[in-house]
């Protein structure tokens, strides 16, 4: 089992960055599930910046809604995983058709997956509330 490491702050308070520069630290290979949708101008400029401060050796995967999955099947393939962002994940499925209880199947098999895989996950998070 993996280590993980929560990243939590505020809108634009750095938290991409500070994961990047956490996983860089660590050996090994390394992807970068990116969560977010390009649904206006403003997110497709900010997913183009967040894409552009992305070190090269960070192999990215954009999923929005079928996370648990994702991990299941790159397991192996990478020794260190940053998701970026879980509050994007939940707003995305939320948005989509399935109601509460397969969106909370879903958050029980990202937690079982993520207890289960071999590597590190770095876990971006905004401040909500």
Not at 43 to 71: D, N, S
Not at 95 to 104: A, F, K, L, S, V
Not at 120 to 127: C, F, K, R, T
């Amino acid at each position: 089992m993996g280590h993980i490491t929560f990243v939590i702050g505020g809108a634009r308070s750095g938290k991409s960055t500070c994961a990047l520069g956490l996983g860089s630290k660590m050996p090994g290979r390394k992807g970068f599930i990116a969560t977010a949708e390009a649904l206006d101008g403003e997110m497709k400029e900010r997913i183009a910046l967040h894409k552009r401060a992305r070190p090269i050796e960070w192999k990215t995967i954009e999923e929005p809604v079928a996370l648990g999955e994702v991990l299941q099947k790159i397991n192996g393939v990478y020794e260190i995983v940053i998701i970026d962002c879980l509050t994007l994940w939940l707003s995305n499925r939320i948005g989509r058709d399935g109601g509460c209880d397969q969106i909370r199947a879903e958050v029980e098999l990202l937690a079982a997956t993520m207890k289960d895989v071999s590597y590190n996950s770095i876990v971006v998070s905004n401040e909500v509330g």
